[in-house]
Nanobody, 128 residues
């Protein structure tokens, strides 16, 4: 049984930074690509970032590229999302997810349906 537990959400002001963390247990996260997604009110869940099992490859949505950084610590089975210059449109519930394979390729890295396991989410609210 895989368990993903997010932490680090909160209420910040526009321009602030925030770091999210995802603790993975139940199966070695080192074997899988990991991702972060978010769901804003009345919107569908959308891809934010992903990182390959080794950490060599990273992927970002256009909306966060240059502001967010995904990283992982395989020794600790954790995946982090460092968010800089947050804006009100970043307000959402953020989810950690485990990809179905060790590596992803192309558009598959961005697809919700390719991720098998999900955390419960952590709320990030950015005020203007």
């Amino acid at each position: 049984q895989v368990q993903l537990v997010e932490s680090g959400g909160g209420l910040v002001q526009a321009g602030d930074s925030l770091s999210l963390s995802c603790a993975v247990s139940g199966r070695a996260a080192i074997l899988y690509t990991m991702g972060w997604f978010r769901r804003a009110p009345v919107k569908e869940r959308e891809f934010v970032a992903a990182i390959s099992a080794t950490g060599i490859m990273t992927y970002y949505s256009d909306s966060v590229k240059g502001r967010f950084t995904i990283s992982r610590d395989n020794a600790k089975n954790t995946v982090s999302l460092q968010m800089y210059n947050l804006q009100p449109e970043d307000t959402a519930v953020y989810y950690c997810a485990q990809y179905m394979y060790q590596s992803c390729s192309g558009q598959a890295c961005y697809e919700v349906a390719r991720y098998n396991y999900w955390g419960q989410g952590t709320q990030v609210t950015v005020s203007s």
